[in-house]
């Protein structure tokens, strides 16, 4: 492979994961509204999803499952569902916020850590404010990320496209290592920062004040994700 087809396989693997959709999504609203550590395990799980993605795309399995209507299909369904789940899930969280005031600390709170039992003397009742207690374990934040990318059907016409238009058929073995760990570098990183950008104290504190819209605003959008994901399978 030239040095310009990797330039572009990077720059068309760039564009395709800054691009918001539910990776981003689910990755801010659990370092935001959870915790870094949250918010970090969600991104490893977001690109073990993609990893795989990956490997099935350099042995050539995601071609197949394009050319086969049936299994797209199956996977567009049940992405569209687990995708609608979380739509659920975050306005029924939203409503129960919005009815339900939450203490949130006046001063600044430490970024990670295990969240205090009590609230702070000098807490503040905010209606709609989502508590900092809110973050998912580790293995739940691992999975949400996991199976929200793995959920996402049009990676398969990503990779597909991205693949068959950059890499040649018959790229040698070492080559194609190399496009895997360019790519899983510069996935995790980027994963990586976004978790740690929706993490920032001044910026979290923000989302958690407006707990309640903020998981509102994500549920309908997955909502509207996964309608759309399953009017393109029907």
Do not use: C
Request: avoid cysteine.
């Amino acid at each position: 492979m030239e040095v310009s087809q990797y330039l572009a396989l990077l720059g068309l693997w760039i564009a395709g994961i800054v691009a918001p959709g539910p990776d981003v999504l689910v990755i801010l609203r659990n370092s935001s509204l959870g915790s870094r550590a949250a918010g970090v395990l969600t991104a490893v799980g977001v690109m073990t999803g993609n990893l795989v993605w990956i490997t099935l795309s350099l042995t050539g399995v995601t071609v197949l499952i394009s050319q086969a209507d049936t299994a797209q299909r199956l996977i567009q369904v049940a992405g569209a569902l687990f995708l609608g789940w979380l739509g659920v899930s975050g306005i029924r969280a939203g409503l129960a916020a919005r009815t339900a005031p939450a203490a949130v600390p006046a001063g600044p709170a430490p970024p990670t850590g295990p969240a205090p039992s009590t609230v702070s003397p000098g807490a503040v009742p905010l209606p709609g404010a989502v508590p900092r207690g809110r973050a998912p374990g580790p293995a739940r934040a691992f999975v949400l990320g996991l199976v929200t990318n793995l959920s996402n059907a049009k990676a398969i016409i990503f990779f597909v496209a991205l693949f068959a238009n950059v890499v040649p058929a018959g790229a040698r073995w070492w080559e194609t290592a190399l496009v895997f760990v360019l790519l899983v570098a510069v996935g995790l990183a980027w994963f990586t920062a976004v978790a740690w950008m929706g993490s920032v104290e001044r910026l979290a504190a923000t989302f958690r004040r407006h707990g309640a819209v903020v998981e509102l605003a994500s549920g309908a959008l997955f909502l509207v994700l996964a309608l759309a994901l399953l009017v393109s399978a029907l």
